[in-house]
């Protein structure tokens, strides 16, 4: 059992890191995701996480770290939102689709001006959680703290706008500069993560857990507990399946995020029509007794 | 204390530079309640946000408690129409009524004991007591109102601007709700209430009929004449 569940991560240091890294992973998702979930932001997130890909790439081709093209791509991609749904006054979700596939477009034009870069392009779209080095952790440490500390302060302005924008501002808070400061946490929460799961699957990470979260939590201090929980066993036993079968590591800890969901989604479905069967049962009583 | 709760000027309404209404006058006082009547797209809505400060006025001028509208968030409450999110927020019906303090306590204030007690007093004059436990998403149209209702009392404020407050509720709810306005206004508090329904209309001082423009304004024997309904709905009220 020791051999199957604890050996990988003490006799590996790239697992130990891993785990690590999938762990502040872990917690950051779990802290902007339930955020992400309540506001119905995921399509943001998706587009956010394909928006920083030609950042990333620019800064490769000069030499300069992919988490500051990550966060330029970010800035770019919420800029550009922001101006189109304005200006032209469309839809948030027109705007957001747009920015979105031109980004990926330009992302995958850059990559594919070098030979290099396809190898690159699967770490950027799916991650290197195997490749995770200790000055990763800090730059991880460092998200996870600011992550939080937004979380904590605009506790109440996010919690309103999940109910109604206006019912936010009409309680004396800013929407516009709010909303602006979820992005900016969703645009952190995708930057600090890309190393590890990549651009393309930290939706995953970033939905899943607080998904599950909010299937059976009606507390936002739970709901976020329970994500962070969830995202830290997602990311243990993902790497033990990727470490045994010889599976992509990000992969194999998103999917067992989303199969969690799964069984928990089942499970709470069960409980609720046994629930409702055991609520009609005194009615078929009476209807009995009526015979 | 200005002895006018809401004053408005010449006031013109909309989105943008869009008019929806224009030429808007009349004033409030302490308790009084003012009903907005109108089919859907006659500028009930607009006129409510532009009083919590959501929407600029596009002319004219308005006040709110001698000041701006939308300067006063602790002193307004505004209950916006049935919120989409409803139907899939899963916080606690206790947690949603707390964010009505919200105004109150501002980013970093603690809550205290005297939050907690107006907390449980608008869960229970509302009836959402009994359900306070629940998640707003597992509840009934009628139930989710009656939260986003306790809400509103929650912010303890001198002006209620009510969107469509009795949308969704049955016989019960409606008198429930006629009751917490009339026991507001008691209090002082001055009532501004968009509605389809003329029936909510009958203990107003004032009453707007709104279709893009204002078709009639007064007490409702004067403001509720046929012909303005006629001109507004296309319809009488039986006699």
């Given at each position: ?5 604890i ?34 932001l ?8 394909h ?28 800029g ?53 080095k200790?000055?990763?952790?800090i ?11 937004i ?13 109604d ?23 952190l ?17 970033l939905?899943?857990?607080a ?15 329970i ?21 992509a ?5 998103v999917l ?7 069984v ?10 046994r ?17 | ?50 009083l ?112 469509e ?13 006629a ?33 893009q ?27």
């Amino acid at each position: 059992m020791n051999e199957i569940f604890i050996a990988p991560f003490v006799s590996n240091e790239y697992m130990r890191l891993a785990l690590l890294a999938g762990i502040l992973v872990a917690v950051t998702c779990a802290i902007a995701g339930t955020f992400v979930v309540l506001r119905g932001l995921a399509f943001v997130g998706d587009a956010l996480g394909h928006g920083v890909l030609p950042g990333i790439a620019t800064a490769l081709i000069f030499g300069i770290s992919g988490i500051i093209g990550a966060a330029v791509g970010a800035v770019v991609m919420m800029g550009g939102v922001n101006l189109v749904s304005r200006r032209y006054k469309l839809s948030s979700d027109t705007a957001i689709g747009l920015l979105f596939v031109g980004m990926l477009a330009l992302g995958v034009l850059i990559t594919s001006s070098s030979p290099k870069f396809p190898e690159d392009l699967d770490h950027i779209l799916f991650g290197e959680s195997l490749a995770v080095k200790p000055t990763d952790l800090i730059w991880q440490s460092i998200a996870l703290l600011i992550v939080g500390a937004i979380g904590v302060l605009a506790r109440r302005p996010f919690l309103l706008m999940s109910v109604d924008d206006g019912l936010a501002q009409t309680s004396g808070f800013n929407v516009t500069f709010f909303q602006n400061l979820m992005m900016a946490m969703i645009g952190l929460t995708v930057i600090a993560s890309f190393q590890s799961v990549g651009t393309l699957l930290v939706l995953g990470m970033l939905i899943a857990p607080a998904a599950t979260g909010v299937l059976f939590a009606r507390r936002i201090s739970s709901m976020m507990l329970i994500a962070s929980v969830i995202g830290c066993f997602a990311s243990y036993v993902g790497l033990l399946i990727s470490f045994h079968f010889e599976l992509a590591a990000s992969a194999s800890i998103v999917l067992v995020a989303v199969s969690i969901f799964a069984v928990v989604a089942v499970a709470t479905e069960v409980k609720r029509s046994r629930n409702l069967r055991h609520d009609e049962l005194p009615h078929q009583h009476e209807h009995s007794h009526a015979h | 204390m200005p002895t006018e709760t809401i004053s408005a000027s010449h006031l013109s309404i909309g989105f943008g530079k869009h008019t929806v209404v224009a030429n808007i006058d009349f004033t409030t006082t302490p308790g009084e309640l003012i009903v907005l009547i109108g089919t859907n797209g006659s500028g009930k809505s607009a006129l409510l946000k532009t009083l919590s400060g959501m929407l600029a006025p596009i002319s004219g001028s308005v006040t709110v408690l001698g000041g701006d509208p939308g300067k006063s968030p602790r002193r307004v409450a505004y209950l916006p129409q049935h919120p989409i999110s409803s139907h899939t927020l899963p916080l606690r019906v206790r947690d949603v009524v707390a964010m009505g303090r919200f105004a109150h306590l501002g980013l970093f204030g603690r809550e205290s004991n005297q939050d907690r007690k107006i907390l449980q007093t608008s869960l229970e004059r509302t009836g959402a007591i009994e359900f306070a436990e629940k998640s707003l998403r597992d509840l009934s149209g009628g139930q989710q109102q009656r939260t986003h209702l306790a809400q509103v009392l929650t912010r303890q404020a001198e002006i209620l601007l009510l969107d469509e407050p009795t949308a969704g509720l049955d016989i019960n709810g409606r008198k429930l709700v006629a009751e917490i306005i009339a026991n507001e206004r008691a209090r002082g508090v001055t009532v501004v209430m968009a509605t389809h329904d003329l029936s909510d209309a009958q203990d107003a001082a004032v009453v707007m009929l709104l279709a893009q423009r204002v078709v009639s304004i007064g007490p409702p024997d004067v403001a509720l004449r046929d012909e303005y309904l006629r001109e507004c709905f296309g319809f009488t009220q039986p006699h």
